[in-house]
């Protein structure tokens, strides 16, 4: 088996590994039974400055779970290091309910992966509750590449190695890893150009100063309808709603390709069962809700369902995943 053959864990070890760490929810005990949040405002912790899609995710989503679970839910903000302040922070809070987060992948597994020096441990301090959204990004080239379509692009990357190059918007970043994936998955040899930030690497790749990149779908399309770039295929497992034309990469030539931004809430590792349970069902009214939908499309988001148990496989074998692309590739933060 080579590096990129493991990089994606067969499905049936995912429940496995999820009950066997701190992600999954716990059995019900007598005490779970009878808790209840606290009789006080609950804490929505988000690790980035207002505006952006996580912050804007949160706000969305608040009302409804505070309606749901009748309290008042307050949104803070602990901005800082890509996610990591505010995941700390929960993670060494009291597992009475009163504070939980909502947090990418990008603050979760795709940060354990890198670094080996995060003041907390994504397998044992946190409770995963439920999913709440997937922010697909697109593969997208400049005008003039001979690549109409995936499969087009892997045969010309595999019959001139090394000529190719991806622009992403900063090293270990999820664009970069979006771009790391394609090459292991598709065991290519495409040079990486990092830049500082998303609108010079969009920039470039639209004066044809660089071949290929992944960019979030919200800014990449409106691109692609003037005719400035290309898309080739998305990086979530299934097509967005905001751009149903454009097929997925695992459907297009590399079918184990998932590389799409993940949103999902947690609480601090002790929480009772029945407290993680309610919060859930809270969550997942909520993101159903037809308005709710409706606005998570304005952001170029999908609504993401699932009970915890199912949430934390899914973050048990993403963490794998970009665990082994991290070792295969040599890619790590100090």
């Given at each position: 088996?080579?590096?990129a053959d493991?990089i994606?864990?067969s499905?049936?070890?995912?429940?496995?590994?999820?009950l066997?760490?701190?992600i999954?929810?716990?059995?019900?005990?007598?005490?779970?039974?009878?808790?209840?949040?606290?009789?006080?405002?609950?804490?929505f912790?988000?690790?980035?400055?207002?505006?952006?899609?996580?912050?804007l995710?949160?706000?969305?989503?608040a009302?409804?779970?505070?309606?749901?679970?009748?309290?008042?839910?307050?949104?803070?903000?602990?901005?800082?290091?890509?996610?990591?302040?505010?995941a700390?922070?929960?993670?060494?809070?009291?597992?009475?309910?009163s504070?939980?987060?909502?947090?990418?992948?990008?603050s979760?597994?795709?940060a354990?992966?890198?670094?080996?020096s995060?003041?907390?441990?994504?397998?044992?301090?946190?409770?995963a509750?439920a999913?709440?959204?997937?922010?697909p990004?697109l593969?997208v080239?400049?005008?003039?590449?001979?690549?109409r379509?995936v499969?087009?692009l892997?045969?010309?990357?595999?019959?001139?190695p090394?000529k190719l190059?991806?622009?992403?918007a900063?090293?270990?970043?999820?664009?970069?890893?979006?771009l790391?994936?394609f090459?292991?998955?598709?065991?290519?040899?495409i040079?990486?150009?990092?830049?500082?930030?998303?609108?010079?690497a969009m920039a470039?790749?639209?004066?044809g100063?660089?071949?290929i990149?992944f960019g979030?779908?919200?800014?990449?399309?409106?691109?692609?309808?003037a005719g400035?770039?290309?898309?080739?295929g998305?990086?979530?497992?299934?097509?967005?709603a905001?751009a149903?034309?454009?097929?997925?990469i695992?459907?297009?030539?590399?079918?184990?390709y998932?590389?799409?931004?993940?949103?999902?809430?947690?609480l601090?590792?002790g929480?009772?069962?029945?407290?993680?349970?309610?919060?859930?069902?809270?969550?997942?009214a909520t993101?159903?809700s037809?308005?709710?939908?409706?606005?998570?499309a304005?952001?170029?988001?999908?609504?993401?369902?699932g009970?915890?148990?199912?949430?934390a496989?899914?973050?048990a074998?993403?963490l794998?995943k970009?665990?082994?692309?991290?070792?295969?590739?040599?890619l790590?933060?100090?």
């Amino acid at each position: 088996m080579t590096a990129a053959d493991a990089i994606l864990p067969s499905m049936a070890t995912l429940t496995r590994r999820a009950l066997g760490c701190g992600i999954a929810a716990t059995a019900l005990s007598a005490r779970a039974q009878t808790a209840d949040f606290p009789d006080r405002p609950l804490r929505f912790v988000v690790g980035f400055p207002p505006g952006g899609p996580n912050d804007l995710l949160t706000r969305l989503i608040a009302p409804g779970i505070g309606e749901r679970l009748k309290r008042t839910v307050i949104v803070e903000n602990r901005a800082g290091s890509n996610g990591e302040i505010a995941a700390a922070s929960v993670a060494k809070a009291p597992a009475d309910g009163s504070i939980f987060m909502l947090a990418s992948n990008g603050s979760t597994t795709v940060a354990a992966a890198l670094n080996k020096s995060l003041p907390y441990n994504v397998r044992t301090d946190f409770v995963a509750v439920a999913p709440v959204g997937i922010n697909p990004m697109l593969l997208v080239v400049r005008p003039d590449l001979p690549a109409r379509d995936v499969a087009e692009l892997l045969a010309l990357a595999r019959a001139s190695p090394g000529k190719l190059n991806g622009a992403s918007a900063g090293a270990g970043g999820a664009t970069h890893l979006a771009l790391e994936l394609f090459k292991a998955l598709g065991r290519l040899d495409i040079v990486h150009v990092p830049y500082k930030g998303g609108g010079p690497a969009m920039a470039d790749l639209m004066a044809g100063l660089v071949d290929i990149y992944f960019g979030g779908l919200s800014t990449a399309l409106p691109h692609v309808k003037a005719g400035k770039l290309r898309a080739l295929g998305q990086t979530g497992i299934r097509r967005s709603a905001a751009a149903p034309d454009i097929p997925t990469i695992a459907e297009s030539g590399l079918p184990s390709y998932d590389a799409a931004i993940s949103y999902g809430i947690f609480l601090p590792t002790g929480t009772s069962a029945s407290l993680v349970e309610r919060l859930h069902d809270a969550v997942d009214a909520t993101v159903r809700s037809p308005d709710v939908a409706r606005k998570f499309a304005e952001l170029g988001a999908d609504p993401q369902f699932g009970s915890p148990a199912e949430f934390a496989a899914y973050v048990a074998a993403d963490l794998d995943k970009w665990s082994t692309l991290a070792k295969s590739a040599g890619l790590k933060i100090e």
